[in-house]
């Protein structure tokens, strides 16, 4: 499978999406094993996160500013939404926050690849 921008993986299940999970919605029939599925645009948050020891507890934060990447997450578990965030830290950018959610995801994964 050519993927432009991003690259690909295959997964052994159909993937659908967490709230479709919730919702009911079940991938369509014939959506077996070794999907490949494109990742394209992924982030690589190593240029946006930063952790310095003596900024915010050694927290990872965004570029250097005392916004944490979990103050971020906070804002998006409690229901903000990207247009939200920017607006009330204009010093943010979409790229920050699609940052936060791949460190998050990597750092579930290590711990999911640690425990494994």
């Known amino acids: 499978m050519h993927c432009p921008g991003g690259r ?3 997964t052994s299940t159909p993937i659908i999406g967490a709230s ?3 919702s009911g919605v079940r991938p369509r029939p014939g959506l ?3 999907q490949p599925v494109c ?3 992924r982030v690589d948050y190593r240029k946006i996160i930063t952790v310095e020891p003596g900024k915010r507890g050694g927290k990872p934060c965004i570029r250097g500013l005392r916004i944490t990447v979990y103050d ?7 229901g903000l939404t990207h247009e939200q965030i920017l607006k009330e830290f204009p010093y943010l950018t979409e790229e920050d926050i ?3 959610l791949a460190y998050a995801a ?6 999911v690849v ?3």
């Open 8 to 10: 690909t993986r295959f």
């Open 20 to 22: 479709a999970a919730r």
């Open 32 to 34: 077996a094993s070794c």
């Open 39 to 41: 990742i394209v645009g």
């Open 72 to 78: 971020v997450l906070d804002y998006l578990a409690a």
């Open 98 to 100: 699609r940052a936060c």
């Open 106 to 111: 990597d750092r579930e994964r290590k711990l």
């Open 114 to 116: 640690a425990a494994g």
